[in-house]
């Protein structure tokens, strides 16, 4: 039996509105089921490739929904408000589930990858965004099939941050492009990291991946939580037992204080191998 999907326009061209607009209704659906063979029905432009690593059965094609058994509608899940407060749809249950999913199914040669204690992501540019031709009319579509992630938001002092952090922490930092990467990379880089340090952005998705208590720093644009109330992330740490901090700034492309980047990265270290220690 096939399972018709019934995907929107937001997973198209944002990684985290496929995460949990498509991809994780999907896993929880799949363990929940046992079904192993869905048919994918709209547009998933570059993230349909994820969805071809993850040990189901895809098919894709558009097709009259009347023909299969039975529709998920997947526009539910919609995650542009997965983890607002008014409505967080999401269960630290079903975190579980997804990392074991992916733990289970994670391929050898991702495992002989190296991890990070602190991991900074870098806001990457993926030109594929802006060769996509949208067949359905939406604002939102063209904003974000025009610019990549860097040239929404960027850190200006990115590099010597990359140095300071280097020269202090040596082999357990590293900067990760996450652009063009494996889902079970990302799975992997998440998983291990005591420390994710990262503008707001669709990266930060993964980290349902971290362990408890481990830590997230976002770097947020003050705009962002005063006019669009953007909490999602703080909400998802919250659900998924993490750490969670922010360092807010006046413009989307920042300056960031080494300095006090270096006290905050310390403290939220000393917090983690406090909590260890005590568990």
């Known amino acids: 039996m096939y399972v018709k999907l019934n995907s929107n326009y937001g997973s198209i061209t944002h990684y985290y509105h496929f995460f949990y607009g498509v991809l994780v209704p999907l896993i929880l659906y799949h ?48 995650s542009k408000y997965f983890f607002r407060k008014e409505s967080n749809k999401m269960s630290y249950e079903d975190k579980i589930k997804i990392c074991n999913f992916f733990k289970s199914s994670l391929p050898e040669y991702i495992k002989c990858n190296k991890s990070y204690d602190i991991v900074l992501i870098e806001r990457g540019s993926d030109p594929k965004y802006k060769l996509l031709n949208y067949s359905k009319n939406h604002p939102l579509l063209q904003k974000l099939g025009t610019k990549s992630g860097s040239e929404r938001r960027a850190i200006r002092n990115h590099k010597e941050i990359c140095y300071e952090l280097e020269k202090d922490y040596g082999n357990k930092f590293k900067n990760i492009v996450l652009e063009n990467t494996s889902i079970y990379y990302q799975y992997h880089i998440f998983s291990n990291a005591k420390l994710i340090i990262a503008q707001h952005g669709a990266a930060l998705a993964n980290v349902i991946f971290m362990k408890d208590f481990n830590n997230v720093l976002e770097i947020i644009p003050k705009e962002k939580l005063d006019l669009e109330g953007e909490d999602s992330f703080k909400n998802l740490s919250i659900m998924a037992k993490l750490n969670y901090y922010s360092i807010e700034t006046k413009e989307n492309n920042p300056i960031i204080n080494i300095k006090t980047l270096k006290i905050i990265i310390n403290k939220l270290l000393y917090m983690t191998n406090y909590k260890s220690r005590a568990l």
Do not use: A, V
């Not at 029905?41 to 094609?61: A, C, Q, V, W």
């Open 31 to 78: 363990l929940k089921h046992k079904e192993t063979n869905f048919i994918i029905t709209d547009n998933l432009g570059p993230m349909l490739k994820i969805l071809y690593e993850i040990p189901l059965s895809i098919l894709f094609k558009c097709e009259n929904p009347q023909k299969f058994t039975k529709i998920i509608p997947l526009d539910n899940f919609r």
